[in-house]
């Protein structure tokens, strides 16, 4: 590592925050890019990419709730770590200093309202660009989830329905009695 | 805020529109503001004045009158100062999306060393990563390494420009007034008015004293003299001899505040703070063993360059006028430590005022002046800190309990490490000297401290004597 780099740097695939451990700080990326991870019933969900110049991390400095995701090093990365004290401290001194934050949660949040009025019906349900889900959003993303399931299930359905036409199954079989 | 029950003017005039008063003296849209002087202050004044005008949709436009070049090796392109950006500095300015590329930073601090008569000892960072910068203020030493790098100052500077500061390379020679508005004068006779000034020249400038009119009530801060000087040792040795660490003298030495030895690129910084430091005193400490020891064959080189830079260590009186702000070593800063730090919240109160309050003296008196007042009750602590080091300095039982204590906090990973939180912070200057005093009434800590004081002289003295007994 370069003698003037600030931060820790993590190794390709390093794991930096764990979904569910307890956080009481958030990081900057001074290089290289990092995923977020979601572990979920289906498995893990890639829900962003960021990049140096980025924060991660802020929901463990304004709720008291374990990690949401994993962040995990794309490649070597080096990061800063931003205790909640610090910022804290001078936050409520410099209420200004959160206009950042702010401002970058906010373009999240932009963002992914683009991409869920952008899904189509079937299509897939995943931010690139965020962290942040409102519990509004959760519901929607859940609801829509449920929808393409039905769709797929009568997609399905009709398939298996038309290909057993072709065969002449339907046709041949004897109706139950 | 009752935006429809205003009239034109108010909708262009931000600071009355959140403050509610009709003709007051406010920016507004097309408003100029001169700068002078383009170190940190300066430019942390622009950006943030930039940024939050942008937010509040105000259009302005920002000169900095700065006739050195940053990019210059030696004192032609530096602002004479030790150069380290402190830990919570480091992690507010990435907060606040200002990251230091690898260019700027001269080598990322881990931990620091403290040299006493009585032994050595080396205080971890928390974290164990590197949060504190040691930077360049210029570019770096006469016949320095002036290829990849670039000095904080510049960079500062290049920021503020990116964001619309127009940088002005001229000399700041005169001041006035022009129908209620500032005036200044450039050495090649040029002049211009503002609608707000931001005197951000520092304490070792000519101007600060034409600003010292009885009109103002501006006083210029109390000043003393510090030493800072470079040995240029190479990477291989810095790596070898200091590594990452910054390294504190705790050394009896009389008029000596603190000192420390501060690793960068191919060169070391070494910064000396005390009652007018002279060459008598910069010969006492280089002449002691633990300096000494800090290089190889504890020869001290020649320095490659040195100054005494006059640095505040008294705030200065009333910091603001009608149109007018003094900020960064100008106006208040925190005693001897943090100087970046103190230049940083200045400037962005005196912006933050500046943009929703007003600049009138009534605005910054209650918008600017409550951060600098914080600064200023936050030194009376540090006298007391300090006045504590000092008899540390002078006392050697109490060095050798201070130094077993930090040594066993250090070696025990689980402990509560009372002592190394509270020097760390001292020495790197991230916290504030009320939060570092208060850590010290933690019940445990006086406790700690007098089992240690005994430890380390009494069970020394019995052993002493036992060898003694035994020969």
Request: net charge positive; with cysteine.
């Given at each position: ?61 304004f709720?008291?709730?374990?990690r ?9 990365v ?6 909640k ?8 001194e410099?209420?200004?200093l959160?206009?950042?934050l ?45 929808d ?20 002449g199954?339907v046709?041949a ?5 | ?13 931000l600071?009355?529109?959140?403050e ?22 300066g ?26 070049l940053?990019?210059?090796?030696g004192?032609?392109g ?30 990322g ?23 504190i ?17 670039a000095?904080?100052d ?19 020679t ?57 040995f ?11 590594g990452n ?15 420390a ?15 007018d430091?002279?060459?008598q ?15 190889p064959d ?55 005022t500046a ?7 009534a ?17 009376r602590?540090?006298?007391l ?14 060095r050798?309990?201070?130094l ?29 000297y ?11 800590f006086?406790?700690?401290l ?22």
């Open positions: 590592m370069n003698s003037g780099s600030l931060g820790k740097t993590y190794a390709d695939g390093a794991i930096i925050v764990r979904q569910g451990d307890s956080g009481d700080c958030m990081f900057a990326i001074q290089k290289g890019q990092i995923e977020v991870v979601r572990r979920g019933k289906d498995g893990d969900v890639r829900v962003a990419v960021l990049e140096e110049g980025e924060i991660f991390g802020e929901m463990a400095i709720e008291r709730e374990a949401s995701a994993t962040v995990r090093a794309l490649g070597e080096r990061v800063l770590t931003v205790d004290k610090t910022f804290l401290r001078r936050v409520q410099d209420p200004s959160a206009f950042n702010v401002r970058m949660m906010s373009r999240r949040i932009r963002r992914l309202s683009g991409e869920i009025a952008e899904l189509q019906p079937g299509g897939v349900a995943r931010s690139q660009d965020t962290l942040a889900l409102t519990d509004a959003e959760r519901r929607i993303e859940r609801r829509n989830r449920t393409r399931r039905v769709t797929k299930d009568r997609r399905s359905g009709g398939n298996r329905r038309r290909d057993a036409e072709r065969r199954a046709a079989s004897p109706s139950p009695a | 805020m009752r935006p429809t029950a205003r009239g034109a003017r108010q909708q262009d005039n600071a009355s529109y959140f509610e008063q009709e003709g007051q003296l406010a920016l507004a849209d097309g408003s100029r503001i001169g700068v002078i002087g383009g170190g940190p202050a430019s942390f004044f622009a950006y943030f004045l930039f940024r939050m005008a942008e937010s509040a949709g105000l259009h302005i436009s920002v000169d900095i009158y700065e006739p050195r940053f990019d210059r090796c004192p032609a530096c602002n004479h100062c030790g150069g380290v950006v402190s830990e919570s500095l480091v992690q507010l300015l990435a907060t606040e999306g200002i990251n230091l590329p690898p260019t700027v930073v001269q080598r601090i881990e931990s620091y060393v403290l040299h006493t008569d009585v032994g050595q000892v080396q205080i971890e960072t928390p974290l164990q990563e590197m949060r910068a040691a930077v360049y203020r210029g570019n770096g030493p006469k016949q320095s390494e002036p290829v990849a790098i000095g904080f510049r960079h500062l500077l290049d920021l503020s420009a990116t964001v619309g500061a127009k940088i002005v390379r001229k000399l700041v005169g001041f006035d007034w022009n129908h209620g508005m500032p005036q200044i004068r450039t050495a090649d006779g040029d002049m211009a008015t503002y609608e707000l000034l931001a005197v951000a020249t520092g304490v070792n400038s000519q101007i600060l004293e034409q600003l010292n009119s009885p009109a103002m009530d501006y006083q210029s801060p109390g000043t003393l003299r510090a030493f800072i000087c470079e240029h040792l190479g990477q291989a040795t810095i790596r070898q001899w200091l660490s910054m390294h504190v003298f705790l050394l009896d030495i009389p008029r000596l505040e603190f000192a030895l501060i690793p960068k690129g191919d060169y070391a910084t070494l910064c000396l703070l005390g009652e430091v002279d060459e005193l910069i010969e006492s400490f280089l002449a002691s063993d633990e300096v000494k020891a800090c290089f504890t020869l001290v080189p020649t320095p490659a360059c040195h100054c005494f830079p006059r640095i505040n260590v008294r705030a200065a009186v009333r910091p603001f006028a009608d149109r007018i702000v003094w900020v960064g070593d100008s106006g208040v800063n925190r005693l001897f430590k943090d100087g970046i730090g103190s230049a940083y919240r200045t400037a962005k109160a005196a912006a933050r943009v929703f309050h007003g600049i009138s003296k605005d910054f008196e209650k918008g600017f002046w409550p951060e600098c007042r914080a600064l200023i009750r936050d030194n602590i540090a006298r800190i300090f006045g504590v080091t000092t008899l540390i300095q002078n006392l050697r039982f109490l050798r309990g201070v077993r204590m930090i040594a066993r906090e250090q070696r025990d990973a689980g402990k509560n490490r009372l002592m190394s939180s509270v020097l760390w912070d001292v020495f790197t200057g991230s916290a504030p009320k939060e570092i005093l208060l850590r010290t009434f933690h019940p445990v006086p406790l700690r007098t089992w240690n004081l005994l430890a380390a002289n009494l069970l020394r003295t019995e052993r002493k004597g036992m060898k003694e007994g035994a020969r």
